[in-house]
């Protein structure tokens, strides 16, 4: 458990730094405002996508996304489906996003955990060898992150299959199958138990339909919660 947002940076910068490489600190955005949360959300991503000659804080961007005008591009498929959860709104009743970030007059990046693989940093366009070979040389300090953030949903977007399926055994959930075919024509693997459930997900950023992108997570989170009544 973490008492504040950079518990972890010294661990990142070790294993992520110690060739003299630049680091990108991720974590809880707001470890104040997480703590307030019912739900405990974590999306995991590829990378960041700004390669720096210095060392940068994820999470401070996070506290606001607008100064960067292309940020709907990702963050929208972000916020919305966050929005949802925590408030229990499904998909058809979710409030428009607004030019500053917010939903409904709340600002839910302060109220979430957002991690990288890749904690170097990267460009638009990520490489999956290199997110792959991130998760493989760095898997065991990637696993301690997560479970220190404690999350209860976990919305993987690296496309790495291998960190879905060990987050599976740490936890012993169990897998399921979500199959809303033939509209969309699209089908989910996720895994839960009593408190926790992970999807392995697109990157926000993919070439869905922001409907079918939160409406498919907020089905899934819906499908859970009534699992377990």
Not at 18 to 38: A, L, M
């Amino acid at each position: 458990m973490f008492i504040n947002e950079d518990d972890f940076d010294d661990v990142i910068k070790q294993e992520w730094g110690k060739d003299g490489s630049t680091v990108v600190y991720d974590g809880i955005t707001n470890i104040k405002e997480w703590n307030k949360t019912p739900v405990k959300i974590l999306w995991i991503l590829k990378e960041g996508n700004e390669h720096t000659h210095e060392d940068r804080d994820h999470r401070e961007f996070h506290t606001c996304v607008t100064w960067y005008s292309g940020w709907k591009s990702t963050y929208k498929n972000i916020i919305l489906p966050t929005y949802g959860i925590l408030n229990n709104i499904p998909y058809e009743n979710l409030p428009s996003l607004s030019n500053n970030a917010k939903v409904g007059g709340e600002y839910v990046l302060d109220k979430i955990a957002l991690i990288n693989v890749n904690k170097n940093g990267g460009s638009s366009q990520a490489s999956s060898s290199i997110i792959k070979n991130n998760y493989t040389k760095h898997k065991d300090t990637l696993l301690q992150q997560i479970e220190k953030i404690e999350p209860n949903i976990i919305i993987n977007c690296s496309r790495v299959k291998r960190l879905f399926d060990d987050i599976v055994k740490q936890y012993k959930l169990e897998k399921k199958l979500y199959d809303p075919r033939p509209t969309p024509n699209y089908v989910v693997n996720y895994a839960q138990n009593d408190s926790k459930l992970i999807i392995d997900y697109w990157h926000p950023g993919a070439h869905l339909s922001s409907k079918n992108y939160y409406k498919m997570i907020l089905d899934i989170y819906d499908i859970w919660k009534k699992s377990y009544k």
